[in-house]
């Protein structure tokens, strides 16, 4: 998979492959040598690389580096208490004190998805979250189930309402997942144009960005990632109707959690360095409550089919639905490997030479 150097850094555009259980095994390395329980560093590196398999580079490896250096700032409690502090019929709520906020969000979704079995329905909030990864990891859990997922979060105060120029909310990602015979329909977005990992990654690359992504400082469009990220503002992905889903969020997983919400969470200009605050909710619903598992995975495939069948606007060669190429990418990811890019390679031989690991990605 790739022939890029095992110990040496690689230049500037080389891409290698990673074998996608030995990248895991690093990741998980990698957290251990910062006091992390296995398990719960198992379960860091595994979202982590979903994310790459699935295409989501943004919320993959990526983030490791940044990781680490928020532990060594104490801005990721490594050994968190992750809790339930109140729990009442089909509601929960999770505090994550302070720890990767993947541990809290997998708790909420597993509550949830346990209080579905007897009430049809649960939701569970949770606060005081770090970054979550990708969201859509926790859906696809009720998925995995026989469930319908639902799961959102606010974050850093990076975008500013619709027509304001005060940074209040998050990117606010959303995401929901229904049980699928074959593969899951999944749908897993920012309600900003793009998640601010996509500018991070493309400012680690030094690319430019298409002018819809963010606002310079002045409030006109720019290419520029760092500009946006350092002192600009990103774009609600449908302008008003974007914002509207953000507010939800907001209500959801900041205000009925408990946790931090509006201005009140902490802005985040460089990953890493800068705090990362989040709270969620995370919703289960029992199929089997409505009718049985294969007549709604039977009815979704029919759904499937006629909007796979569509008839094709100009230059439009497929139709895709919700999930899709995701899983089409990870079944490559999966065979061929994962690329990685030289600045995300050089920054995991970076962390294999400060923890003395040994470092074999292909």
Do not use: C
């Not at 329980?37 to 398999?53: C, I, P, R, S, Y």
């Not at 700032?73 to 990767?100: C, H, M, Q």
């Not at 992504?213 to 990220?229: A, I, K, Y």
């Amino acid at each position: 998979m790739g022939n890029a150097s095992r110990s040496q850094k690689t230049t500037e555009g080389t891409v290698i492959q990673a074998a996608p259980e030995k990248l895991r095994h690093f990741v998980s390395e990698v957290l251990r040598k910062e006091k992390v329980e296995l398990k719960e560093a198992n379960l860091v590196a595994k979202v982590l690389v979903e994310a790459d398999l699935r295409g989501v580079d943004s919320h993959g490896v990526t983030r490791l580096s940044g990781y680490i250096t928020m532990i060594r700032s104490e801005l990721i409690n490594p050994r968190p208490n992750v809790r339930v502090v109140k729990e009442e019929g089909a509601t929960s709520i999770i505090d994550g004190d302070s720890g990767f906020g993947m541990l809290g969000a997998k708790l909420g979704m597993e509550t949830a998805i346990e209080k579905a079995r007897n009430f049809g329905i649960s939701m569970a909030t949770a606060r005081n979250l770090t970054h979550t990864g990708m969201i859509g990891f926790y859906t696809m859990m009720a998925a995995d189930q026989g469930m319908i997922g639902l799961a959102m979060n606010n974050g850093a105060a990076i975008v500013p309402p619709f027509g304001g120029v005060t940074p209040t909310f998050g990117t606010n990602p959303f995401s929901v997942a229904f049980p699928g015979s074959k593969n899951h329909v999944v749908l897993d977005m920012a309600t900003t144009t793009v998640a601010a990992g996509k500018l991070r990654l493309a400012a680690k690359k030094g690319d430019p960005i298409p002018l819809d992504w963010g606002f310079d400082r002045h409030g006109n469009p720019t290419s520029d990632p760092r500009e946006v990220l350092q002192n600009g503002l990103l774009q609600w992905a449908g302008g008003y109707k974007g914002f509207g889903l953000a507010t939800m969020i907001e209500v959801l997983g900041g205000i009925l959690s408990g946790g931090l919400f509006g201005r009140n969470v902490p802005p985040l200009k460089e990953f890493g360095r800068d705090p990362i605050i989040a709270n969620g909710a995370y919703i289960a619903i029992d199929v089997e409550k409505f009718m049985p598992l294969s007549y709604f995975s039977q009815r979704l495939e029919e759904l499937t089919s006629q909007i796979q069948t569509s008839a094709l606007g100009p230059g439009v060669k497929r139709i895709l639905v919700a999930g899709q190429p995701e899983f089409e990418l990870k079944e490559q990811r999966s065979k061929e490997g994962i690329p990685i890019i030289s600045e995300v390679y050089n920054e995991l031989l970076q962390l294999s030479e400060d923890y003395s690991i040994k470092f074999d990605l292909i």
